[in-house]
């Protein structure tokens, strides 16, 4: 069975993973369109095409939406993305021309390897033709190949992250899930346990606080906008845009139950919503919404567990052998 963002009906995914370089990106395709939503968090972003998200803009069609790394540079492989629905004859008819709204963000995974490689135009290409409608790859692929978080200790001591997804079936019989890539300055909890999964790695093992590191004055963390969390959540559920940003709003509470600290000035936490509308079950947007929560977290959670170390930064899996 499904439990990936893939369980939604007219949504496929495809990864490019870069693991010489520890960069890639991630698209999500909608060839049919999609209601689409969005919510910046964070304070160090990196996007391309949130503005037309916004309930009050015109556009209520998203072909895709890309997650990349490679920093501002990894925007350019929104731009291969547009070129390939464009090629495929998928996007607004305007007279002549088609096309494709594709919005996208980045994470910053510069240097865990070499900063001169990142996402372009020809990767995002290369993840169009990589997408399928099968259960989602999770780990260090696509936009979490180079994804590290707990980074308060200063990056050496971090930990790797991933890319991550989980899905849920309503009692209506309508599906949400998410993918996140987690890139996240701060540490991972299990948010029904309340475990420490992933901090700043101690000497002898085991992590330290990054909470309480902050809170004494004794953090070391890597200076300026170098982390982000970036995800999307998606329903089969027909929703309008005032809907689709409502889940883009309410999924960052999946981000605080799991991230601490989180939405820092350091992180770029950007999480996109998309509705494809297959199930036209009535809407209880109250129960979609805390279904939101709970992919989010959960997605959240598997990007930590699926991940594998790369760059010299080991994942929790490493850890516990």
Not at 31 to 48: F, H, L, N, Y
Not at 127 to 154: H, N
Not at 167 to 186: K, Y
Request: with cysteine; proline share 3%.
């Amino acid at each position: 069975m499904n439990q990936t963002i893939t369980a939604v009906s007219g949504l496929e995914v495809g990864h490019y993973t870069d693991l010489e370089n520890a960069t890639g990106c991630t698209v999500f395709l909608c060839r049919e369109g999609a209601v689409g939503g969005v919510d910046v968090r964070g304070g160090s972003p990196g996007t391309r095409e949130t503005d037309l998200l916004r309930p009050v803009h015109r556009v209520d069609q998203v072909h895709a939406v890309v997650l990349s790394g490679g920093s501002a540079f990894g925007l350019d492989a929104a731009s291969g993305v547009v070129a390939y629905l464009e090629s495929q004859g998928i996007g607004y008819k305007v007279g002549s021309a088609i096309v494709p709204i594709v919005s996208s963000a980045i994470l910053f995974d510069l240097g865990l390897i070499t900063s001169k490689v990142r996402p372009g135009a020809a990767d995002g290409r290369r993840a169009c033709l990589d997408a399928t409608s099968e259960p989602m790859t999770e780990g260090s692929v696509g936009a979490g190949t180079g994804a590290t978080v707990a980074k308060l200790g200063g990056g050496r001591r971090g930990v790797k992250g991933g890319i991550g997804t989980a899905a849920i079936t309503l009692s209506s019989g309508q599906t949400i899930s998410a993918a996140v890539a987690v890139n996240a300055v701060g540490g991972v909890w299990d948010y029904k346990t309340g475990q420490l999964l992933a901090g700043p790695r101690l000497i002898g093992g085991g992590f330290d606080d990054p909470v309480a590191m902050l809170l004494t004055g004794k953090d070391d963390a890597p200076s300026g906008p170098v982390n982000t969390t970036i995800g999307l959540v998606a329903t089969d559920a027909k929703l309008t845009k005032e809907d689709a940003n409502y889940l883009a709003r309410v999924s960052h509470d999946g981000l605080a139950l799991t991230i601490r600290p989180c939405h820092t000035v350091r992180d770029g936490d950007t999480m996109f919503a998309l509705a494809t509308g297959h199930n036209d079950s009535e809407l209880d947007l109250t129960s979609l919404g805390a279904a939101a929560v709970e992919v989010t977290a959960q997605a959240i959670l598997r990007a930590i567990q699926q991940a594998t170390g790369l760059g010299g930064i080991p994942s929790i899996r490493e850890l516990a052998t």
